[in-house]
Nanobody, 123 residues
């Protein structure tokens, strides 16, 4: 299986930036698509971004386009989510997930999940 660990969350003021990392262990990470999802208390889990195993295909949900960028470094078994121009509504626990198929916006299609990292954006 693929084990995923998120890091890089924290407290930041509106307009600031954070870079989240999703580090994989276990089987090789190189041939898995990876997605980022987030969930705020009392709200449904929301798709944020996804990247194909090659990195040639990326998907970003409309609310983060132009602000967040997903990328990966397969040599380091790590996927990143660069978050710029953060807004209070970005506050949530952020999770990374992996699957053996194509990049997907649907959480149920992912097989492996990390434990999450908290992102809090103050106004």
């Amino acid at each position: 299986q693929v084990l995923l660990v998120e890091s890089g969350g924290g407290l930041v003021q509106a307009g600031g930036s954070l870079r989240l990392s999703c580090a994989a262990s276990g089987r090789t990470f190189s041939n898995y698509a990876v997605g980022w999802f987030r969930q705020a208390p009392g709200k449904e889990r929301e798709f944020v971004a996804a990247i194909s195993w090659t990195g040639l295909t990326t998907i970003h949900t409309d609310s983060v386009k132009g602000r967040f960028t997903i990328s990966r470094d397969n040599a380091k078994n790590t996927v990143y989510l660069q978050m710029n121009s953060l807004k209070p509504e970005d506050t949530a626990v952020y999770y990374c997930a992996a699957r053996g198929g194509r990049a997907s916006t649907t959480g149920a299609e992912y097989d492996y999940w990390g434990q999450g990292t908290q992102v809090t954006v103050s106004s």
